[in-house]
């Protein structure tokens, strides 16, 4: 049915995928080997074993954290909490040789794992950072772009060539043409950041899909008439929501503004719609199981309206 729907050529359907499920992919792609089972076999036992929690507290240490697969940067937060914690655990470690398993003592002296787990983090941190932005209720399709586009500059930095591979993959299946339609109307935006072979993919899809926005296309990208280059600042496009931008030029078809609306007002993950989900759960108990689809709809907006706040 899905894919029916896809190659329909009247529907009116964007379909595109999660980047928020594809930046934690990334995640689990660029783990560094045999490195996260230490650092977690070490955590867990300094968080479950009686003595050694006990003299970790008595230390000071930070909590340390258990990765989990539901929980994204998880991962990136336990090899945070380590690093930072090590020195507290290498001391217990060496203080109380007689008491702490040899394994553990093993794998906390060994410079080599913290070296991997710091080489890890400096990977996984920059996606944790793009994660937590891609999977804001706020990130467009547009914003997603560029999103993707510093996540490409800042492990660029790593220079290393297998992630820099794993990234082009990942990135290529993230990118759809509405992306980059959508990032290249954006008021803000307006494709600065895309490649001209992005542009033209871009355009191609917009002739296919909507040949009649090709005019007002071209009239947005030159700023002629009805667009107004005064319109075009800084201070203008962030003061304002890109549909309201668009709203306020006289003169676009109003078929042609709703495409561009419902371009710029896609949103970039399902991870909103997933914490709806998780709102729904707690309202719709077993205690409360009689109420009706109405009034459950109603709670779960208010108690996710509370949250945002």
Known sequence: MR???????????VTYGCSAHMLNLLAYDVEVPNVKEQVVHVVKYFRN??????LYRQEGGNCLIMPQDVRWNTMSDCLDAYIKNWSKL???????????????????????LKRSAEELLGRLRPIAIALD??????TMLAESVDVWK?????LGLLDNREVTRKFERRYEQAMTPAHLLANLLHPTHRGARLTDDERDAALDYASRRWPSIMPMIVKFQ???????????????TH???PGEWWCSHEGIKEENLMVVKKLLSAVAASSGVERVFSSYGLVHSKLRNRL??????KLVFLFKALNMK
């Not at 290498?90 to 080599?112: A, Q, W």
């Not at 510093?150 to 800042?154: A, M, N, P, S, T």
């Not at 009706?292 to 709809?297: F, I, L």
């Open 3 to 13: 894919r029916k729907m896809e190659e329909d050529e009247e529907s009116d359907l």
């Open 49 to 54: 074993n009686h003595f050694a929690s006990a």
């Open 90 to 112: 290498l001391k217990i470690c060496e203080e109380h040789r007689d008491r702490i398993d040899p394994t553990v003592k093993t794998k906390v002296s060994n410079m080599v």
């Open 133 to 138: 932005r891609m999977q804001r209720d706020t």
């Open 150 to 154: 510093e996540l490409r500059d800042q």
């Open 222 to 236: 030159a700023q002629s008439r009805p667009f107004q280059p005064c319109k075009f600042t800084d201070d203008v």
């Open 239 to 241: 003061a304002v929501s």
């Open 292 to 297: 009706g689809t109405h009034k459950a709809a």
